[in-house]
């Protein structure tokens, strides 16, 4: 069966793209709107725009990669499709950060999973972080929008046996659990979402709105690193990007983009970065900091029957059960999910070496793994981290607190009941010193009993947010509600970075369903 490929055909047709690693010489480009990166914020505010008549260049870092070079393999998904080849690390290297770097971002490579907005998370912002429009009742409208325009729908198939561990577990216990909603759409099952979807049936920025966006005239621009804004006053004037070759690397060209209005949609570590490097208006030094990334803790579990958790879908079932147990700003909460179970990334998110990492990886058809997002940014001892910029760009300093390791020694212990609850043989927590549990009662006795911490703990994250928060109390927001500037008129921020805390969910449709309303409501003001 053949697959469409809706870039080949596009581009075929007359779409204009500029792979600025091919440029030779200096280039200055013009539009309505020039917006930076081309991820879940970008490409939605892309596709709003240019349906009110606006023209817009989207400009990405990464390169254009569709799903004719997505072949289903770690060794090049990783460093065709991510930032730092998915080996970037927090400052201390205590954390491990997943992050898309390619047309699409991190929609390219996610696996689907899509949740509105919980309710205490909007109601924390508005009672704590003077967020205005943004309630459950305001967004709803959106985020059913955006589930209609990507379709995001319950996943009425059979979970993986990888996610029916995880159901099964919360059943027999009695815990809230979860089906998942997926932006897909004719979905093959295979389980490798992370590596770009091959049959373009996940219904990402690649596939959806960017396409519509380039249909109806818009610009992409990449391979193209934005280095800074140039601004006077309260104006943008002009956004500068250095060209990259096509190992990533600076050429010595330079690009140039002029416009009305300019979107800074580059994510959570990027799009403070370039704020910083351009020097803009922080009259109160939030940016960069209060950046959050759900750390995320492993249990890893062995069963008599197979697995196969590298096959069907990723995710398609949490618990919630004790992300709110205590209220907000009580004890840092966890969600419950499980991650695919693909070789290299196992491999390198787990310990030991030798025979010991051997025997684990000879059992990896029967390894079930749990994974606990820790909700970070509530709590006084969760004020996550902190993006500082370095002579070679940047660094995430994010220190784990006492209420961190409070919270995952919890979380170990929830992962470890719910594993042997639905038939674990063994029990691994993923931390240095821990042996395999062989029942409840010894991994109760026996993670209470661990010793946990930075470098020693595996703590990895797929959600970056903050840095660049909204709000209208400028003492405690960069933007405004709408995603507006405080300080620029043509400025605005649609991306996670304007999460005034974590969400306590995956991030996704949240970034869909506000930038939809805020790119609604700046397309009718460009139009008068």
Known sequence: MAIQDPFVEGLASGWNHIDASKLSQDQTLEADVVIVGSGAGGGVAAEILTDAGLSVIIVEGGPLKSSESFNMEERQAYPNLYQQAAAMKTKDKAIGIFQGRAVGGSTTVNWTTSIRTPKPTLDFWAKEKSVKGLSREDLDPWFEKMEKRLNITKWDYQPNRNNQVL????????????????????????GYCGMGCPVNAKQSMLVTTIPAALEKGAILVSRAKVTKLEHHNDKITAVKAQALNEQLQPTSVVLAFKAKHYILAAGAIHTPTILMRSKVSDPNKLLGKRTFLHPSLLSGAVFSDPING??????????????????????????????????????????????????????????????????????????????????????????????????????????????????????????????????????????????????????????????????????????????????????SVMDGSVFPTSLGANPQLSIYGMTARNATLLAQRLAT
Request: hydrophobic share 40%; charged share 20%; with cysteine.
């Open 167 to 190: 159901m099964q577990g919360c059943e027999k216990l009695g815990w809230e659990h979860t089906v998942i909603k997926r932006n897909v759409k004719g979905c093959w099952n295979t």
């Open 310 to 491: 590298h096959s069907g879908a990723p995710q398609s079932i949490y618990s919630d059960e004790f992300v709110w147990k205590n209220g907000a700003d009580g004890e840092l909460g966890y969600k419950l999910e499980v991650p695919p179970v693909h070789p290299v990334l196992i491999a390198s998110k787990t310990l030991g070496y030798g025979q010991s990492h051997a025997a684990l990886m000879e059992q990896f058809n029967q390894l079930q793994v749990t994974i606990a997002l820790v909700r970070d940014g509530y709590h006084t001892q969760s004020q996550g981290g902190e993006v500082q910029l370095t002579d070679k760009g940047f660094v995430l300093d994010y220190p784990l607190t006492e209420a961190f390791w409070d919270a995952a020694k919890r979380a170990f212990l929830s992962m470890a009941e719910l594993q042997f609850a639905a038939g674990a043989k063994q029990v691994l927590p993923i931390t240095e010193g821990a042996p395999y549990f062989s029942s409840w009662q010894q991994a109760k006795s026996g993670i209470e009993q661990l010793d946990l911490g930075a470098l020693k703990t595996v703590v990895a994250s797929a959600h970056v947010m903050g840095g660049c928060p909204l709000g209208e109390d400028l003492k405690v927001s960069m933007v405004n509600s709408e995603g507006s500037s405080h300080y620029y008129d043509n400025l």
